[in-house]
């Protein structure tokens, strides 16, 4: 059985990147750059001022004197005339710095008067000026391959007047529930029935990173109807599956799977909850086969589908990030195998983030996902930590309130 930490490695390393599309710059917003972009003109541009004032020459502003004005330039102005010895320019934020200035006084330390200022205080050379390719040199690489597209790194490209840029294409991702107790939505209830919730949670969590989400619906625990549905499914970039995968007398979801050419990889993890996890290869398609209860199957997505879709979009960070954090309770666990729990996190007066769990860890207590910022990781070498124990956590989508 495949410990936590390999089956990620694995899943990672077995998928690839998709392929290169180019598309208009807010479409790139929240998708990875495909190449390192390589900036082919400074920026800023020209010289200019950074603040409304007066450009000078600061060897002439000694506090107190008076300088002659002797033109003005807004922002988006030409420049049609010079600072000249012992004279001023008045200029406003972003217009370019006239020749023969090397500074710039803000209206605010100035006494303004007709066709003439007064500077109040010391001007040294260089204030207040926006050198020409004082951010970015022509050939800085200003954004590496695998980056997300931030509205900042939208904002940079803008500048350079990209409006095209080559990112990878989002991958496309088919969803199937199983089971002869699901329903839809919209059905009528049947007695015994369960509402398909886990098809819901999974296109949320696909739409979360970008991904494309078709929706299946129920395979009807028989192989004629498995086979019918994931036949479709396997024609999108990944298949995902959940229920279906543990040993019940009708769970034939690796049988049909195996039939359909899916080289099994490995069909469990040793983890709690989500150990039926099951994952394979179809030529260059991955299939997931989660579990059917709709913690478990959140979890594992989580924690393995996440990163593989996103090596798929080409980006750089697959993993969130593990923070420390202290336990505000004992906690007991099964020896030999990993626990990742459902925790609340809050931070204390001295700024430490301080982990409790957010309720019933069974796996059936939806409640406590929703009250959970974090997933705990519980070694398997351990059955207890004590009050104050430093652990591992990542944080989950609803935890961006603590400024992670």
């Known amino acids: 059985m495949y410990t936590y930490y390999q089956a990620r490695n694995l899943i990672v390393e077995s998928v690839q990147p998709l392929a290169i599309e180019k598309v208009s710059l807010l479409d790139a917003a929240g998708r990875a750059v495909a190449e390192d972009i ?4 400074p920026l800023p541009l020209f010289d200019n001022s950074a603040m409304d004032g007066y450009a000078v020459r600061a060897e002439d502003c000694e506090s107190g004197v008076i300088l002659p004005v002797q033109g003005y330039i807004p922002a988006g102005g030409k420049i049609d005339c010079r600072v000249e010895p012992g004279t001023a320019v008045k200029i406003m934020t972003g217009a370019p710095v006239p020749p023969g200035a090397d500074a710039i006084v803000p209206f605010e330390e100035t006494e303004e008067g007709k066709d003439k200022v007064t500077i109040l205080g010391r001007v040294k050379k260089g204030d207040h000026i926006r050198w ?12 590496d391959a695998g980056t997300v597209l931030r509205p900042a790194e939208i904002s940079l490209l803008a500048s350079f007047g990209m409006s095209m840029v080559k990112v990878c294409r989002r991958v496309r991702v088919a969803i199937l529930s ?8 919209d059905e009528l209830r049947f007695e015994g029935g369960i509402i398909n919730s886990n098809s819901w949670a999974l296109a949320a969590a696909l739409r979360e990173i970008g991904a494309e989400p078709l929706m299946l619906g129920i395979a009807r625990d028989n192989i004629e109807s498995l086979r019918e549905k994931m036949r479709d499914g396997l024609q999108a970039d990944v298949l ?5 995968v543990s040993a019940g007398d009708r769970d034939y979801v690796r049988e049909v799977l195996e039939e359909l050419g899916v080289e099994q990889k490995f069909w469990k993890i040793n983890i709690k909850p989500g150990k039926p996890t099951a994952f394979g290869m179809r030529g260059d398609t991955p299939v997931f086969s989660l579990p059917g209860n709709p913690v478990s199957t959140m979890i594992t997505f989580e924690e393995f589908v996440r ?7 080409g980006h750089r960070t697959l993993y969130k990030p593990l923070l420390k954090a202290r336990l505000q309770e004992p906690v007991k666990k099964k020896y030999d195998r990993l626990q990742l729990m459902r925790v609340a996190v809050e931070l204390n007066d001295e700024g430490e983030l301080m982990i409790a769990s957010a309720g019933d860890q069974n796996t059936g207590i939806l409640r406590t996902m929703i009250d959970a910022q974090a997933i705990a990781l519980l070694a ?3 059955d207890y930590y004590a009050a104050g124990d430093s652990l591992d956590i990542h944080l989950l989508g609803a935890a961006t309130a603590l400024g992670y």
């Not at 199983?178 to 939505?185: F, R, S, W």
């Not at 990163?307 to 979009?313: E, F, H, V």
Request: proline share 8%; charged share 30%.
């Open 307 to 313: 990163p593989a879709l996103l090596k798929m979009m």
């Open 380 to 382: 398997p070498d351990r």
């Open 178 to 185: 199983t089971g002869d107790e699901l329903q839809e939505l």
């Open 38 to 41: 390589v900036a082919n003109q």
């Open 132 to 143: 020409k390719g004082e951010d970015i040199k022509p050939g800085d690489k200003i954004i």
């Open 240 to 244: 995902i599956t959940s229920a279906g």
